[in-house]
């Protein structure tokens, strides 16, 4: 696989498959891979690499992120930051404004990324996770 630090963020085309990779790094990351995505969300991708998935809601000018993953392999050398940093600038070009999150409370790289990413806490949900674990709900408002 060639480098993927500089590669760029590209949104899969709506009504695309998904590609055999993100569901794999979607079972890697979280145990289960979704379907391609629904009519209301949005994926972007560092090929190969890293995804980040979206539920948006253009009226209410909100959008929510589902899930993001970076390959574990290429964890740590942000490209985490440089996908939700491209998400975050499309999104808001698009109107999408007031952006939202869940993450269990454990997750302390992803909280990391969000809080350095300009995301703040504004919330939990007690024994959200099947689990027990508490989610921990964060907004961002640029
Ligand atoms: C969360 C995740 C996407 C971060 O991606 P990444 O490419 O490793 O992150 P980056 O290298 O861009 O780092 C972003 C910030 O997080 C911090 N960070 C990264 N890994 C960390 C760790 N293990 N512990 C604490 N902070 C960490 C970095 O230090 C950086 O902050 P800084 O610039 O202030 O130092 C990645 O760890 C991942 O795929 N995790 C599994 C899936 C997941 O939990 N997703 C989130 C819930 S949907």
Redesign the pocket.
């Given at each position: 696989m060639s480098e993927p630090e500089g590669a760029e963020v590209v949104r899969l085309p709506a009504g695309d498959p998904l590609p055999d990779w993100v569901a794999r790094?979607d079972r890697?990351?979280?145990g289960a891979a979704w379907k391609a995505p629904a009519a209301h969300e949005a994926l972007w991708l560092i090929p190969e690499v890293?995804f980040?998935r979206w539920s948006r809601v253009p009226a209410a000018g909100e959008a929510e992120?589902?899930?993001?993953?970076?390959?574990?392999a290429?964890?740590?050398?942000?490209?985490?930051?440089?996908?939700?940093e491209a998400c975050q600038r499309e999104l808001e070009a698009e109107g999408l404004v007031h952006l939202f999150?869940e993450?269990?409370v454990s997750?302390?790289?992803?909280?990391?990324?969000y809080?350095?990413?300009g995301w703040k806490p504004c919330g939990r949900r007690p024994a959200y996770y099947p689990d027990g674990e508490d989610a921990a709900l964060f907004q961002r408002v640029p």
């Open positions: 790094l890697t990351a979280f890293a980040a992120l589902l899930r993001i993953a970076v390959d574990p290429h964890r740590g050398r942000g490209l985490g930051r440089r996908l939700l999150l993450v269990r997750n302390a790289a992803a909280i990391q990324l809080r350095t990413c």
